[in-house]
Structure formats: structure tokens, C-alpha cells
């Protein structure tokens, strides 16, 4: 269960081929998941929303490299500890 009260779910499948891993969460108003993954050949997260509505929005994110999103998580740790 995350702060705010949300479930969350974590779920790492080694027993692949391909080892898959993705984040869900569920709140009021949806259901967020986030899925390492592959698209036109570029790997990356790809990010779905399910709405409470029935409606759903996907989007992919291509990988910007380990370097660039270690600095990432480094500034968003950062943030969240300062608010």
C-alpha cells in the first residue's frame, strides 16, 4: 500500500525468455501501469492509464541511457525529500 493509501503492485517475471517487469497501481480514479518493454526495435517503458471511465491512454518512453536516468531518479529522490 503506498502513502496515500493506494494498492500498488510490483511484479518481475524471471522465468523468460525475455525478463518482464512492470509497476501497477490502482487508485479512485484508475489504474497506472508502467512496463519495461520493446517498440520499433527501441527498448523502454511503456506507460498505460485506465481510466475509471473506461478509457485508456498509452504511451512509450524509449530508454535515455543509464547514466542520464540514474541522474533522473538522483533528482526527483532529491525533490521529494525536500517537500
Known amino acids: 500500500?503506498?502513502?496515500n493509501g493506494c494498492s500498488g503492485v510490483f511484479v518481475?517475471?524471471?522465468s523468460s525468455n525475455s525478463p518482464k517487469i512492470f509497476w501497477r497501481v490502482v487508485g479512485l480514479k484508475g489504474t497506472l501501469q508502467m512496463e519495461r518493454g520493446k517498440?520499433?526495435?527501441k527498448h523502454g517503458y511503456l506507460v498505460?492509464?485506465?481510466g475509471?471511465?473506461?478509457q485508456s491512454k498509452n504511451s512509450f518512453y524509449t530508454f535515455s541511457g543509464v547514466t542520464e536516468e540514474f541522474k533522473s531518479f538522483i533528482h526527483d529522490?532529491?525533490?521529494a525529500s525536500v517537500k
Open 1 to 3: 500500500q503506498l502513502e
Open 12 to 14: 518481475l517475471v524471471v
Open 39 to 41: 517498440q520499433d526495435g
Open 48 to 50: 498505460s492509464f485506465y
Open 52 to 54: 475509471a471511465d473506461g
Open 77 to 79: 529522490i532529491s525533490q
